[in-house]
């Protein structure tokens, strides 16, 4: 399966300012690495030129084109930010977790444990959530997965028994 060219990088949650400024809660290992970006789209297709943005904690505060007000910064609140894959670089041997959502993940011996249904990040670490006959929750930590490469078209875990 072919990636999107559109990902998913975080939500707008708030307003920021008096200057028409946004608040993004993203979607990324860290919030530095949005700051490359020179454009964000929104549901819809929508592209907005990002003219600045800072790391402020954990969110981006970003000023767009076009968007020169609270109120005009208001309607975008809630709204899904997306970028092109092309504008966010990984190094070499990493991946998007958005592109093994719905892979399959298998055993060792290659029997289908169940699909990936979503990524849950919690302070110690991700842990997979694998939908088959029965749910798995698969710590990322740990040794349990022996493959992670979504560009296999799926992944391969080691269960221990009662997992």
Known sequence: MEPSRFLEIGKIINTHGVRGEVKLEPWADSPQQLKTLK?????????????????????????????????????????????????????????????M????????????????????DYPAGRVFVVRGETEHLIPEKGGFFTSLDPSLGHLTAELLEGM
């Open 39 to 99: 454009a964000l789209w929104l549901e819809g297709g929508k592209a907005l030129p990002i003219r600045e943005c800072r790391v402020h904690g954990r969110f981006v505060i970003l000023k767009l084109e076009g968007v020169d007000s609270v109120e005009a910064a208001m309607v975008l609140k809630g709204k899904t930010a997306l970028a092109d894959r092309a504008d966010l670089p990984l190094p070499e041997g990493s991946f998007f977790i958005q592109d």
């Open 101 to 120: 959502i719905g892979l399959p993940v298998l055993d060792g011996e290659g029997r289908e444990i169940g699909v990936l249904k979503e990524v849950l």
